[in-house]
């Protein structure tokens, strides 16, 4: 929400000074740039989220296309190899479920809760608006009737007009103040706040990232017992991918 002032005729005199003016605008643009910041951050986790969820969903699905293969009928390696793989991807998207719920909790709920807080924020600032513009409007009226004669008429207009302003005067005084001295604690709680949103969420990560060492360290371990290197495998591929070339089906006219 954007701070816009009412545009209204102006006192002379200044009902409030520039150093609390500025003050004020200080402190409310610390928490409009709060409250975009959350609402960022909660979109971008819920994003995340969805393509971990998405991504492990899948590598299962394609872990069980391999497994359906129909060479898996014809060799027992390759069988084995694909069974492993499909076990192992079920792993992963089990603990990818069970971080991802983890997070939801911990970070995603609570930036949605602390997001909900603002819009009762920007209306606080509203009715302190509304009240200064009120305020103004009851001192331009005084003013209007100090300038005048001080004829019996003209007194008592005035005499009115300053009772109408006391209230008015009195309740903008007090959104002002509450204001000023609570908007600075709610920007400073916002690291107490998240901390432990934070912390959870970097301990979710390093659970899930420990899980998935100990599952692919398992599954290298099932199909590939002979540990060759990339470039071996590289050059294997290289040598079978020359021997279906040298078939007649496949050679160049």
């Known amino acids: 929400m954007s701070w816009i002032p009412f545009k209204i005729g102006q006192p002379k005199k200044q009902i409030v000074s520039k150093t609390v003016e500025r003050?004020?605008?200080?402190e409310y643009e610390k928490l409009q740039k709060l409250e975009d910041q959350?609402?960022?951050?909660?979109k971008d986790m819920k994003k995340s989220t969805e393509a971990d969820l998405a991504m492990s969903k899948a590598a299962v699905k394609i872990s069980a296309d391999l497994l359906n293969?129909?060479?898996?009928?014809q060799d027992q390696a390759f069988l084995e190899s694909m069974t492993a793989l499909d076990t192992a991807m079920k792993r992963m998207d089990a603990f990818n479920q069970e971080k991802v719920n983890q997070i939801q909790k911990t970070v995603i709920d609570p930036l949605k809760k602390y997001s909900g807080v603002f819009p009762s924020l920007n209306m606080a600032v509203k009715r302190r608006e509304q009240a200064l513009q009120d305020y103004k409007r009851l001192q331009s009226k005084v003013e209007k009737y100090e300038e005048k004669e001080k004829t019996g008429p003209v007194m008592v207009k005035l005499h009115q007009a300053?009772?109408?302003?006391?209230p008015v005067k009195e309740d903008?005084?007090?959104?002002?103040?509450?204001?000023?001295?609570?908007?600075?604690?709610f920007y400073q709680s916002r690291i107490d706040y998240f901390q432990p949103s934070f912390e959870a969420l970097i301990r979710a990560q390093v659970v899930y990232f420990t899980e998935m060492y100990t599952i692919?360290?398992?599954?290298?371990?099932?199909?590939?017992?002979?540990?060759?290197t990339d470039e071996q495998r590289q050059r294997e591929t290289e040598a079978k991918l020359s021997e279906?070339?040298?078939l007649s089906i496949v050679a160049n006219d």
């Open 23 to 26: 003050d004020f605008e200080r």
């Open 38 to 42: 959350t609402k960022k951050l909660h």
């Open 69 to 73: 293969n129909p060479l898996c009928e």
């Open 162 to 166: 300053n009772e109408e302003l006391k």
């Open 172 to 185: 903008f005084e007090a959104k002002n103040k509450q204001l000023l001295d609570e908007m600075p604690k």
């Open 216 to 228: 692919f360290s398992d599954l290298t371990d099932q199909i590939d017992p002979a540990g060759l």
């Open 244 to 246: 279906l070339r040298s």
